[in-house]
Structure formats: structure tokens, C-alpha cells
């Protein structure tokens, strides 16, 4: 009996507490909040073309129409790169909803530094400017391969390192993977194994000059016609490494209580991350690796 009358105690406590709960945030006002411009562009010597998003962010306390998340691009602004002597305005592109150009518009460098500005019609102004990394990309060393015959297919999976480059503030950035498809062209696509060991965003953070080693998932060789592994090696800025570390971190989480992660941001007025990265391919032959 005297269980059964604490039980009821506490949850009658508990949905006093609540009915409070309740009445404090009903009282409290939500400051207004405006949308901000939202900014993303990466530099690569590599790259055949410049493009840059933009988008607005939703604001606080406004709810998304039914289930849509879209986040519609800004097809009228003024999206201007510039290298500190030549100054190049990036048409809208209604094809990808991006702003883009040909690299030939602005050779992209390493070791040059750019700026980024947009302007919109509505009143916004940002900007943000970044630094090709220089520099000689590790090489990569295939340190064994793994053969996985199961349910009548064949898998592989590829352990590899690469050792830091001599000095302090090298940032980085892996991922491999395979071209899948079939006998016909547009089918092919590009499937990204992910890492079973290593992480794809690095730091060399009191690891300067050390080896970074890695494992892929299961490549299923089956599905790649040429058995060639894909494996893209980039130096790049902090502020890559910060935002990707960042957007990674605390998203799909499953604990209701995990804390909000902030994004970090480097355009200034608004959000978003303009960065430079220089970097190389390199193409392995499953099949002379076994």
C-alpha cells in the first residue's frame, strides 16, 4: 500500500511539475529571427569549373512546410571571385541551382589566396576569402588487401597509409571507392566505400610527421567491370577540416538529450564555408594487388 501511494505522489509531482513547465514556456516570447545567406564553395587547381551554393536558412521558430526540408537556391544574386587583381562575376546555373563558370575564368592556384563575395537585391552582403594549400601531396602505400568470398561474390578490402607531411598544420582529407555499372553508360556511378579503420577528415594535431593508416568497407568487385579502386588524397584549409568535423559531428544522433553541435562558419554576415583544397587521384588495379 504504501508503494502503491508513493507512486501516485510522484506522478501526481510529476504532472504538477509539468503543468508548470508548461505555463513558463508558454509565457516566454521567441525573439524574431531573420534568415541568414548561406554561402558554400570549395577551390581546386583540380576542378574544371567554379560553383558556388547559395541558399537562405530557415528561421527560428518558423516550421517547415508539412514534411519538405528543401532549402530552394538564390538565383538572383551577385556572386563575385576574385584573386586580388582580376575580379570575375559566376553567372546562375538553372541546370544544377548553383552559381558556376569554367575555370579558365579564374585560374584557381595553389598557394593563391581568393575572395568570395554575394549580394543580393534584398539587402544581404557576404563575404569570405580563402588559400589554395600548397605543397606536395603524401604518397599513398597499399599495405595489404583482404579477400572475402562469401554467398557466391567476392569482396575486397584494401588497407593503405600515408605518411604526414613535415611540419605543423596539415590538414587532410581521404576517400575511396569504386565506378560501378553495367553495359550501359549512364548507369555507372561512383560508390564510395567508406573506411572501415581511419577517419576521412584528419588533423596532424600532435601527429606531425606520422603515419595515417586506413582500411576500406567491403568493395564488392563484382559490380566494377574495370576492378579499379579509387582513392582521392587532398591537402586543404582548417576551415574545411573545422566545417566537415563539424556537420559530422552530433547529426542522425539517436540520444535525445545530446547537446546541440554549433556549425562552424568562415563567411562573414552570413553561414556557410568557402575553402581551398589541392589534391590527387590515384587508381589501383584490384586485381595486381592480390
Known sequence: MKKHNLTIFLITGLLIILGACDSMISEVDAPDSDPKLVVTAFLSPDDDSV?????KSRPLYVPSPG??????PVNNATVTLSDGLNSVIIPFSPASGTYRAPSSTMPVLAGKSYSLTV???????VSSSCT????????????GIDTINQYGSTSVKVSLRFRDLTGPGNFYRIAAGTMYGS???YDNYFSESGFERGEPYISDKNKDGEYFTFKTGEIYTGNSPENILYISLMLTEESYF?????TGSGFGSEDFFAEPTPVFTNINGGLGVFAGVNGQIMEINLGNIR
Do not use: K, M, Q
Open 51 to 55: 560553383s558556388v551554393s547559395v541558399f
Open 67 to 72: 514534411w519538405d526540408s528543401s532549402f530552394p
Open 119 to 125: 549580394t543580393t537585391p534584398d539587402g544581404y552582403d
Open 132 to 143: 589554395i594549400p600548397a605543397g606536395t601531396v603524401p604518397e599513398i602505400e597499399i599495405t
Open 183 to 185: 553495359e550501359f553508360p
Open 242 to 246: 573545422n566545417y566537415h568535423r563539424s
